[in-house]
């Protein structure tokens, strides 16, 4: 039984020699350095390259963001300023002038001995 488990262990190679195989390992393949720094710098790139990309966007949004901002704000102003002009219309009605004059001033119309007409001519 020793001997037929011996046997199974070793393995034959291809020119006929026997080796025992618990000890064989297979050759490393060598790694071009070349290829390997080929391959960092396109990493590297690629990663430049991606940071670039996504700080434009970032920047994209950012703007986006202020032209919303500003477009709500212009859109507040006008309403303000619409408010405004109707209140300016109001309170210069020659109506409520004279209303003001009458009740809160004690202020009479002129009687028609305190006219006078000038001739601009």
Same mark, same amino acid.
């Given at each position: 039984?020793? &001997?037929? =488990?011996? &046997?199974?262990?070793?393995?034959?190679?291809?020119?006929?020699?026997?080796?025992?195989?618990?000890?064989?390992?297979?050759?490393?393949?060598?790694? *071009?350095?070349?290829?390997?720094? @080929?391959?960092? /710098?396109?990493?590297? !790139? !690629?990663?430049?390259?991606?940071?670039?990309?996504?700080?434009?966007?970032?920047?994209?949004?950012?703007?986006?963001? @202020?032209?919303?901002?500003?477009?709500?704000?212009?859109?507040?102003? %006008?309403?303000?300023?619409?408010?405004?002009?109707?209140?300016?219309?109001? /309170?210069?009605?020659?109506?409520? !002038? =004279?209303?003001?004059?009458?009740?809160?001033? *004690?202020?009479?119309?002129?009687?028609?001995?305190?006219?006078?007409?000038?001739? %601009? *001519?």
């Amino acid at each position: 039984m020793v &001997v037929a =488990e011996n &046997v199974a262990k070793r393995q034959w190679n291809r020119q006929g020699y026997e080796y025992d195989y618990k000890y064989y390992r297979e050759p490393r393949k060598k790694t *071009n350095p070349h290829k390997k720094g @080929r391959l960092i /710098l396109a990493l590297g !790139i !690629i990663a430049v390259v991606a940071i670039i990309i996504l700080s434009r966007y970032s920047m994209i949004t950012e703007s986006q963001y @202020r032209i919303s901002k500003l477009k709500a704000e212009l859109k507040d102003l %006008t309403a303000q300023n619409e408010r405004l002009r109707v209140e300016v219309a109001d /309170l210069s009605s020659v109506a409520r !002038i =004279e209303d003001i004059a009458r009740n809160k001033l *004690n202020m009479k119309a002129p009687e028609s001995r305190q006219i006078i007409y000038l001739n %601009t *001519n």
